[in-house]
RNA sequence: GGCCCGUUGGUCAAGUGGUUAAGACAUCGGCCUUUCACGCCGGAAACACGGGUUCGAGUCCCGUACGGGUCACCA
């Protein structure tokens, strides 16, 4: 069995699909107080709808949490003391339970048609037929083989409170709960009879459930008093909405887990978000991590009222994780995104990398911002206008020519080419003079710098002047991702004097065109 | 409709009877600068409403409004 006073929770999905953000919530929540109190966090499957069931969707729910981090104690594929963690595989137990239950007169047999009960529960007030039945004849039926359901006997009278953590507690008239299901025709049991057996049976100390279940609590309540069980903590967390008025919902395309993550979301940004919906530690930090959650979790911290799901934040906390990250593993994460976009095998996936680090909110914007590395494409010239930078199209052209005069000149004097990946290769054809010349310079972030700043004041113009024509004629385009000087150290030398040689000949085309 | 719950800026939120009502995102302005971003500085922006209780109420009580949940042999 289990410690006695072992802090123990559950995160009971059913399995119909991917992660929404809300389940993602409860199990964090559910494994921070487990971990926080040194106790067990147990992994159950709800499958008791066959109906709903959705193939390989336990898989998922275990991967999902093996990458959030969350790590079980107990579960399907872990095993513990307290099995089987599956409930399709514990229908004998929730039937013997229900039966238990009928010979106290908790609870009694119905053998209506399911649909005749439904209305039967839609008209208030009206009992359901079965519920006069005495106990030895409709046990005897139920032996003999005629198919029933068991529902619960609810009492007319009287009020039931429920105490909760978060809600505090929560008075109900007894009169207006009804005779909920216990035991479907088909001998599986209900989420609500189940989740009660399994919830007691396995020792869960800390119920959590989100805030559509508060209204079925007290049925709960009954349910454990019939049983003559201790009735465990409850723990309900509100919603998560999508905007004011809608709750989160694949059905409206809202995105679970999975979703995020392909979108270039981290998991440990979604986690450390999802946590601060409907929670707050108090203080004015925000960014944590797991570790640092379960350290400073505490159930007070939890609000009543529903959250928004606001994707504007979570962007920023994705920004935040991808800026404080190693810029190796930065490099590795992003890595397959660059070389999609960037086929180029000359070209430095990890240049890009640190270009990209500092001004990315999530992985997928990658493509969009660094294609023009792969391709030049053909741009208007109109981008070469830049007023704050005190650029023309005729600036332009004179400081295109100036710069590629530059380049050239240093080539011909034998420049070594430093790589963007740090290998260096000969330029030039290996025409490199022994002993060097004062000209011979590598190709780096440092000596571009240099070459232009200098060539700028040379030219008696202010930087931008210079570098806003040639980081345009380099990459084509009005915003990249870095500046001038890494745009031409990253594509190397020859391309970049390519790309000058293209714009050069774009202004003068206009030049001309204009004359005409 | 019955029952239950909620309501601090656009959003997340701190606040547990006395505060100039924090902080963050978004937004706006500025600085930095080689475009963008990062970073830094600053602005605008909130206690749903009405009654109580109290010397004093965002905080406690009642009501109203609005929003949500639930009322399945779904979970």
Redesign the pocket.
Known sequence: MFEKNDVRTRF???PTGYMHIGNLRTALYAYLIAKKNKGTFILRI?D??R??LVEGATEIIIKTLKNAGLVYDEGPDVGGPVGPYVQSERKEIYGRHAKELCASGAAYY?F???D???LE??SQNTDDPCRGLPYEESKRRADAGEPF?VRMKAPKEGETTVVDMV??E????NK?L?D??LL???G?P???FANVIDDHLMGITHVLRG??????APKYNLLYEAFGWEIPEYITV??I?RD????LSKRHGDPTYNDLLEQGYLPEAVLNFVA?????P???R?IFTLDELVQIFDV??I??????F?I??L??FN??YI?KMPPEEFAKLAGPYIRKAVKNEHISVGAIAALLQ??LEKLSDIPGKIGFFDTLREYDTALFE?Q??KVDKTIALEMLKAAKNEFETLTASGLREARADGLQVEAGGGQTRAGGSQREILWT?EAI?GILTSLAEKLGV???AL??PV?IAVSGV?????????ICHILGREETLRRIEIGIKALQADQKAQET
């Open positions: 009971a999905p059913s709800e008791t709808d109906a709903r119905c209506c048609a399911s005749e009960a439904g529960t839609n359901a809600f505090g929560v008075t109900t008239p207006i009804d909920m299901v479907k025709r088909d599986m209900t989420y609500n805030s559509e279940y508060i209204s079925s509100s919603m909405n004011a008025h809608n709750k601060l919906l409907g929670w707050s108090g203080g004015e925000e007070s911290g609000s009543k009222s529903p959250a928004v606001d504007e934040k962007k920023h920004g935040e800026r500092p001004r830049h704050k930078s972030n710098y202010k930087n931008a570098m806003w980081r009005a915003v990249t991702p870095g500046g001038a000087v890494e």
